[in-house]
């Protein structure tokens, strides 16, 4: 070309170059010598051309080198691959046997799903129905603590300096305080419940220890009960339309303050409409921090289905109803007793008013000092909602009959921690374990309860859907029972059988090292111990 020539002309050149066909050098023909017009570099035309897929390849001769050093075909000057073009790819996927081939895999791949989604249908079918969760309120799922603000230091700044060891060691949802008010005058009839006590502190500290206690998750329930340690509670006042508006009054007023609810004992001596009325004040007054209120009731009668006595009482009913459970000579007395209570809380009552377990008031204690372990361990066990008077986790010694506050034993919680080889009260080790299984255990904490038949002893079950099973057996004797020994099958369809052995989760009583896993015929309770055994589910 002539050097002269314009760079237009020079490109066109180029791509007329790259047009012409690539072919393999003929044998035998030397090469041609480069031109001086053009680049120094290997030109197109002395590279291998191969066919791919009906499309030419380019390979350099160095590669066709390698290929001729390795034996390989490019030493001959074969094509390195060959592969169809399009169209007779196309003729060959029409033949019959590949359209044959398609129809077989799609025919396993659709037939692959059918049968998994089928099998997955099948497990769902016969995989066993999970029972959807009750709605229950906050002081269903945990226990309250009931105590007078001189238990913890005389002031509320004290009770709030008390707050992290109710969440924390005890993990209770509620404090029950009171009661807050001076003392009542000579001339009146129930104090002024309006009022706080000067000597307590002020409003601002009233209100710091509503929210300290919210900053904890722990709700305060504030004791209005004109005469706490009385019996009767209200005497000549039950019936006085005047005293009815001041309390009514007394309870607007509180609510006000952000508290989660209203404690009244006696409530059994008060016409059952003004109750009535006073719960609906509880429920409806709005709270600003949005949480559900409770009125809270107090007895001093044994026997629920006497206090309640038609529809609006109380949401908890609070009273001594572990006494009848306490021995009498006759183990029929204490299965039939339990039956009553269990009986009442799956009653229509159940749906509008829970049961509040204790051992005692602050002023006194319901039940015998050598079975306070074992009722402890029902108070934990049964369905409803535990209640500790300050001190019952400390084995606080109270009277049965008694109208003055003893002093709140705090050396016992720490004097482990600062002497460092003491040792808890058994009282505050069964409140702290029992408290933490059943806030993470369905069967103790929504489950249903059923009486058992074990002899002199007192056995319940508590068992929820699919979860672990609990069963509770208490030997209110002075002797060494054996409940299960010679147990058959129940006859009664409605009776849930037990397995052979089950787990030792809790004793009131000191138990061998690795004595866990208890055959039930064999097992032995001792005198007044209570054991919470466990077992996995099974299909019934």
């Given at each position: 070309?002539?050097?002269?020539?314009?760079?237009?002309?020079?490109?066109?050149?180029?791509?007329?170059?790259?047009?012409?066909?690539?072919?393999?050098?003929?044998?035998?023909t030397?090469?041609?010598?480069?031109?001086?017009?053009?680049?120094?570099?290997?030109?197109?035309?002395?590279?291998?051309?191969?066919?791919?897929?009906?499309?030419?390849?380019?390979?350099?001769?160095?590669?066709?080198?390698?290929?001729?050093?390795?034996?390989?075909?490019?030493?001959?000057?074969?094509?390195?691959?060959?592969?169809?073009?399009?169209e007779?790819?196309?003729?060959?996927?029409?033949?019959?046997?590949?359209?044959?081939?398609?129809?077989?895999?799609?025919?396993?791949?659709?037939?692959?799903?059918?049968?998994?989604?089928?099998?997955?249908?099948?497990?769902?079918?016969?995989?066993?129905?999970?029972?959807?969760?009750?709605?229950?309120?906050?002081?269903?799922?945990?226990?309250?603590?009931?105590?007078?603000?001189?238990?913890?230091?005389?002031?509320?700044?004290?009770?709030?300096?008390?707050?992290?060891?109710?969440k924390?060691?005890?993990?209770?949802?509620?404090?029950?305080?009171?009661?807050?008010?001076?003392?009542?005058?000579?001339?009146?009839?129930?104090?002024?419940?309006?009022?706080l006590?000067?000597?307590?502190?002020?409003?601002?500290?009233?209100?710091?220890?509503?929210?300290?206690?919210?900053?904890?998750?722990?709700?305060?329930?504030?004791?209005?009960?004109?005469?706490?340690?009385?019996?009767?509670?209200?005497?000549?006042?039950?019936?006085?339309?005047?005293?009815?508006?001041?309390?009514?009054?007394?309870?607007?007023?509180?609510?006000?303050?952000?508290?989660?609810?209203?404690?009244?004992?006696?409530?059994?001596?008060?016409?059952?409409?003004?109750?009535?009325?006073?719960?609906?004040?509880t429920?409806?007054?709005?709270?600003?921090?949005?949480?559900?209120?409770?009125?809270?009731?107090?007895?001093?009668?044994?026997?629920?289905?006497?206090?309640?006595?038609?529809?609006?009482?109380?949401?908890?009913?609070?009273?001594?109803?572990?006494?009848?459970?306490?021995?009498?000579?006759?183990?029929?007395?204490?299965?039939?007793?339990l039956?009553?209570?269990?009986?009442?809380?799956?009653?229509?009552?159940?749906s509008?008013?829970?049961?509040?377990?204790?051992?005692?008031?602050?002023?006194?204690?319901?039940?015998?000092?050598?079975?306070?372990?074992?009722?402890?361990?029902?108070?934990?066990?049964?369905?409803?909602?535990?209640?500790?008077?300050?001190?019952?986790?400390?084995?606080?010694?109270?009277?049965?009959?008694?109208?003055?506050?003893?002093?709140?034993?705090?050396?016992?919680?720490?004097a482990?921690?600062?002497?460092?080889?003491?040792?808890?009260?058994?009282?505050?080790?069964?409140?702290?374990?029992?408290?933490?299984?059943?806030?993470?255990?369905?069967?103790?904490?929504?489950?249903?309860?059923?009486?058992?038949?074990?002899g002199?002893?007192?056995?319940?079950?508590?068992?929820?859907?699919?979860?672990?099973?609990?069963?509770?057996?208490?030997?209110?004797?002075?002797?060494?029972?054996?409940?299960?020994?010679?147990?058959?099958?129940?006859?009664?369809?409605?009776?849930?059988?037990?397995?052979?052995?089950?787990?030792?989760?809790?004793?009131?009583?000191?138990?061998?090292?690795?004595?866990?896993?208890?055959?039930?015929?064999?097992?032995?309770?001792?005198a007044?111990?209570g054991?919470?055994?466990?077992?996995?589910?099974?299909?019934?």
């Open positions: 070309m002539d050097p002269e020539s314009p760079p237009r002309e020079l490109e066109l050149s180029a791509l007329e170059a790259e047009k012409e066909p690539m072919a393999a050098a003929e044998p035998g030397p090469p041609q010598a480069p031109s001086p017009h053009r680049d120094p570099s290997p030109a197109p035309e002395q590279l291998l051309g191969v066919e791919k897929n009906g499309l030419k390849m380019k390979i350099p001769p160095e590669e066709e080198e390698e290929e001729a050093a390795l034996g390989g075909s490019g030493a001959s000057g074969s094509p390195k691959f060959t592969g169809l073009g399009k007779e790819l196309l003729r060959e996927a029409g033949t019959p046997l590949w359209a044959r081939a398609r129809v077989v895999l799609l025919v396993l791949f659709w037939g692959g799903w059918i049968g998994m989604l089928g099998a997955a249908a099948a497990i769902v079918a016969q995989a066993p129905r999970c029972q959807p969760l009750p709605t229950k309120a906050w002081w269903e799922l945990g226990a309250l603590y009931r105590a007078p603000p001189k238990a913890f230091g005389g002031d509320l700044k004290g009770v709030e300096k008390r707050l992290g060891y109710l924390e060691k005890l993990q209770v949802a509620g404090l029950v305080l009171g009661p807050v008010y001076p003392e009542k005058s000579s001339k009146a009839e129930i104090p002024s419940l309006k009022e006590d000067p000597a307590l502190g002020t409003m601002q500290d009233f209100s710091a220890l509503v929210q300290a206690a919210k900053d904890k998750g722990l709700k305060v329930i504030l004791d209005l009960t004109p005469n706490p340690a009385g019996n009767p509670v209200w005497g000549d006042a039950a019936n006085d339309s005047g005293v009815h508006q001041q309390v009514q009054a007394a309870l607007s007023h509180w609510l006000k303050e952000d508290i989660a609810g209203i404690f009244l004992d006696g409530i059994d001596e008060l016409p059952v409409s003004v109750v009535a009325r006073w719960r609906n004040l429920e409806q007054q709005p709270s600003s921090s949005g949480v559900a209120r409770v009125l809270v009731g107090g007895t001093r009668q044994p026997d629920p289905w006497k206090v309640l006595r038609g529809p609006g009482g109380p949401q908890l009913l609070l009273g001594p109803f572990l006494q009848p459970l306490e021995p009498k000579g006759d183990s029929e007395s204490l299965e039939g007793a039956r009553n209570l269990l009986n009442f809380l799956s009653s229509n009552f159940s509008s008013v829970g049961l509040g377990w204790s051992v005692g008031s602050p002023w006194e204690a319901w039940v015998s000092p050598s079975l306070r372990l074992q009722q402890l361990l029902l108070l934990w066990g049964l369905p409803g909602t535990p209640v500790l008077s300050y001190g019952d986790e400390l084995g606080l010694q109270r009277p049965l009959k008694n109208q003055q506050l003893l002093p709140m034993p705090w050396e016992s919680i720490e482990p921690k600062t002497a460092g080889n003491g040792s808890e009260p058994p009282e505050l080790e069964l409140c702290t374990t029992l408290a933490a299984l059943r806030a993470h255990e369905r069967s103790l904490l929504l489950g249903e309860a059923s009486v058992v038949p074990a002199p002893a007192v056995a319940v079950l508590r068992r929820w859907d699919q979860s672990e099973r609990f069963l509770l057996v208490l030997n209110p004797d002075s002797t060494p029972l054996k409940p299960f020994s010679g147990r058959r099958e129940p006859r009664d369809p409605r009776e849930p059988p037990l397995p052979p052995s089950a787990t030792l989760s809790y004793s009131t009583a000191p138990r061998a090292p690795g004595e866990q896993q208890l055959p039930l015929e064999e097992l032995t309770v001792g007044h111990e054991v919470l055994l466990s077992f996995p589910y099974s299909p019934e």
